[in-house]
């Protein structure tokens, strides 16, 4: 279903960056995803915030930096019933609020935007007329977003309280993110959703909502935070055009670890745009375990 109009409660539904320079990256991601963006702030207005689109529905954005460091960064947005709500729990988890909710105007939305226990920043929404991303997992939009954490223990009681997640092993070892109900709200679109997953080996995989993704020992630098992937039809022309238009490929694409070899593979590549931001950029592949293809 890639065509969206709402999420339920828990659900990562937006995706935003934040940039030094918004109009540079504006021009690199358009060249590298065929966006169409516009700049929804008033001329007057110093900071900018360019909503992306495809096919003429809503992906993502791009805009000024809201809250310091000066870091260009990808930003994950999740949909709650209450803003207030959601900040209040937040607190009571141990994470942080930096940002206390506020208004959008006009009339788009309530947003906070917070902290897990390890410091991984996200933003909480309450949706007004604008109801998140309208386009998820067609090239060029959304498809993923992934914790990447040291505390794992933590992370689950952190987003269990917050989010009402709980998580799911896969085959490989893997856990996952998921949120009971949530495939009964994507069988109203789509009511053969269990049957086709379970035909990829998947039970249980219709409930995901994101990835859990430990920071080894090998990566001592890594600051704890969230991710987005976009889809592509092709990770390696993605990341030979990403290079072009002036970004740097961090790994090239590889199957990830929640491919299942003989049902499907994700293949995955890590892309840091020109100022920094980085986000990964994946394909599914289905295959056929008739054949172990």
């Known amino acids: 279903m890639p065509e969206r109009d709402g999420y339920i409660p828990g659900v990562p539904c937006a995706l935003d960056a934040t940039h030094p320079d918004p109009e540079a990256a504006v021009a690199f991601y358009s060249g590298l995803f065929g966006w169409e963006c516009e700049d929804v702030m008033p001329p007057e207005a110093e900071a900018k915030y360019f909503v992306a689109r495809l096919r003429g529905r809503d992906v993502a954005a791009v805009g000024s930096i809201e809250v310091a460091p000066q870091t260009a960064t990808w930003n994950t947005y999740f949909w709650v019933d209450n803003a207030d709500e959601a900040a209040s729990k937040v607190r009571d988890a141990g994470g942080s609020v930096l940002m206390e909710p506020f208004d959008i105007k006009p009339d788009a939305g309530r947003k906070a935007i917070c902290t897990d226990r390890e410091g991984a920043t996200f933003s909480v929404w309450q949706a007004k007329s604008n109801r998140g991303a309208q386009l998820v997992n067609e090239p060029g939009s959304l498809v993923f977003n992934g914790l990447n954490t040291r505390d794992m223990e933590g992370a689950k009681s952190f987003y269990g309280r917050v989010l009402g997640w709980r998580t799911l092993t896969l085959d490989s070892g893997a856990e996952m993110w998921a949120l009971p109900g949530y495939g009964d709200y994507l069988e109203r679109d789509n009511p053969d959703l269990r049957e086709q997953l379970a035909e990829m080996g998947g039970p249980g995989y219709e409930d995901v909502v994101a990835s859990i993704d430990p ?43 929640w491919s299942r070899p003989g049902y499907y593979r994700v293949h995955l590549t890590i892309i840091k745009d020109p100022q920094g931001a980085t986000f990964g950029a994946s394909k599914f592949v289905p295959e056929n375990k008739a054949l172990g293809s």
Not at 236 to 247: D, F, R, V
């Open 215 to 257: 920071i080894t020992h090998d990566q001592p630098d890594a600051p704890p935070h969230w991710s987005v992937t976009f889809a592509v039809d092709d990770p390696n022309a993605t990341a030979a055009k990403a290079t072009e238009l002036g970004g740097t490929v961090i790994a090239p694409p590889l199957a990830t670890p």
